[in-house]
């Protein structure tokens, strides 16, 4: 059977994308994918989602939405997808459990995962003190010492927002300079709380109860090499994110980093009847609330586009 509208990705703009589509009378099914709920699943506290005055732990919120898409009827179904071709309609993708699934629009709302330097205490602290989003989790942090690693663009405006809110904001910066644009640096440079740590690596981090300071070393592998502790109390990575995109990269345009490229402003692929919706297409806010209105654009548009076929 041909699924009228097909949504991959179960994070705020999957969800809220099957709410609309669900209410639309679409018949969707949403494939959860292997993290249901997307990123927001990996924070504690979310304080900037509208309708929760008091905030609330991220797991409970995408339970919320999970729950809203379920009582209007979507059918969620748990699996990864691990192949498509959009080379023409009806669309097909498959499972990794070899089960194929056909759909007359689909929803591409995979998200992107934030890069880690791969040190196995970001895991033990993830949301104890460890995080990809300053935006999202740098209000806890208010008057504490923080650390941001990167040195690019997103490093220095993380720094920056960061620094609005923390008493001392550490950079830890792997070259001896920063990549940022000639602008961005000399905002990180002008602002006193703002400590540039160039030509530093990260070793691991430490604490009891969740982030207390970080093992750092200062030209590492050179003879005048220097390791020490560094105290923090919250460590953000800022080297980029990955845009989970190349399921579809044959059939849709991306850009250089992988980002799918809409049309117009619109969730609009090239494709049609193919949608992108979230952090897949967003390389510039990726904020949960962003995402769930993209999610909100795009099943507004399958509908309109399963109209008009259903019109021909």
């Known amino acids: 059977m041909t699924i009228p509208c097909l949504i991959v990705g179960s994070g705020p703009a999957g969800y809220t994308a099957a709410i609309y589509a669900s209410r639309a009378g679409l018949q969707p099914v949403l494939l959860e994918g292997l993290q249901p709920g997307g990123q927001l699943t990996t924070t504690t506290e979310v304080d900037n989602f509208p309708g929760y005055p008091e905030g609330v732990d991220g797991n409970q919120l995408m339970a919320d939405l999970r729950q809203q898409a379920e009582r209007f009827g979507t059918d969620i179904r748990s699996g990864l997808a691990v192949r498509a071709d959009l080379s023409h309609s009806p669309y097909r993708i498959w499972m990794d459990d070899d089960s194929e699934l056909e759909c007359q629009s689909l929803i591409i709302a995979t998200g992107a995962s934030a890069k880690y330097l791969g040190l196995p205490d970001e895991q033990k602290y993830r949301g104890q003190g460890v995080s990809a989003c300053a935006t999202c989790d740098g209000f806890f942090y208010r008057g504490r010492t923080v650390a941001v690693v990167g040195?690019?663009?997103?490093?220095?405006?993380?720094?920056?927002?960061?620094?609005?809110?923390?008493?001392?904001?550490?950079?830890?910066?792997?070259?001896?300079?920063l990549r940022a644009t000639k602008a961005m640096q000399d905002r990180v440079k002008g602002m006193e709380n703002i400590e540039i740590l160039f030509e530093h690596n990260t070793l691991g981090l430490y604490g009891e109860d969740g982030v207390e300071g970080a093992h750092v070393v200062h030209r590492m592998g050179e003879a005048d090499e220097r390791r020490y502790d560094l105290p923090i109390d919250g460590f953000f990575l800022a080297i980029g994110h990955h845009p989970n995109s190349e399921l579809f990269a044959e059939w849709i345009k991306t850009d250089s980093q992988g980002y799918i490229v809409t049309e117009n402003g619109s969730p609009r692929t090239g494709v049609p009847g193919v949608f992108a919706a979230g952090d897949v297409a967003d390389p510039t806010y990726r904020q949960g609330i962003v995402a769930a209105g993209a999610g909100a654009k795009a099943a507004i548009e399958a509908e309109r586009y399963l109209a008009a076929l259903r019109q021909a």
């Open 151 to 177: 040195g690019g663009d997103t490093a220095c405006e993380e720094a920056s927002y960061l620094a609005g809110l923390a008493k001392k904001v550490y950079m830890i910066v792997r070259k001896p300079y």
